[in-house]
């Protein structure tokens, strides 16, 4: 069973950065696949970026954020990280927390975060 709490959202101006973290239960971590995924207001909940699970480091990411966004781990303190780089008006949406106990993260992850909320204001 797998806990995820979110934090690091906030307003910051086009162009900024945030960095976001996601504090996960468990001493599995990294068994793991993880991730982002993002809903803006009167949007659909779509797929940002996601890492492999069993330690891996291989990374996925949506068109939208690649070149911006990188995600990491932290086994150390269990907790995976969304640095967002270069931020959009667009990319304003709750940021939410995935995982799932396979390899890949999927479209419907079995674990969800909170939710932390990320505005970017132009």
């Known amino acids: 069973q797998v806990q995820l709490v979110e934090s690091g959202g906030g307003l910051v101006q086009a162009g900024g950065s945030l960095r976001l973290s996601c504090a996960a239960s468990g001493r599995t971590f990294g068994a793991y696949a993880m991730g982002w995924f993002r809903q803006a207001p009167g949007k659909e909940r779509e797929f940002v970026i996601g890492?492999?699970?069993?330690?891996?480091?291989?990374?996925t990411y949506a068109d939208s954020v690649k070149g911006r966004f990188t995600v990491s781990r932290d086994y150390t303190k269990n907790t995976l990280y969304l640095q967002m780089n270069s931020l959009k008006p667009e990319d304003t949406a709750v940021y939410y927390c995935?995982?799932?106990?396979?390899?890949?993260?999927?479209?419907?992850?079995?674990?969800w975060g909170q939710g932390t909320q990320v505005t970017v204001s132009s």
């Open positions: 995935a995982a799932d106990p396979g390899m890949q993260l999927t479209t419907t992850p079995d674990y």
């Open positions: 890492i492999r699970g069993s330690f891996g480091s291989t990374t």
